[in-house]
């Protein structure tokens, strides 16, 4: 029997926040006020899909080694 896995990907939306965090100080650096707080909720939104994924990976780590 094969097992299926599926791959989990933690560091695309860990850049993806990083780069929303830059956009978000070239924004508050042009007094552009609405656009920094937008790509805040984008930094948020990649940081919590992170989260996910590297909690995710941590419980098939610990169910292999059970």
Known sequence: MIEETT??????PMMMAENALKQAHAHMLDKEHDKAIEQLFV???EVKMTLNSVKHMK????????
Do not use: V
């Open 43 to 45: 930094a948020a939104t």
């Open 7 to 12: 791959l989990i990907d933690y560091a695309y």
């Open 59 to 66: 419980e098939q780590y610990d169910a292999l080694r059970k």
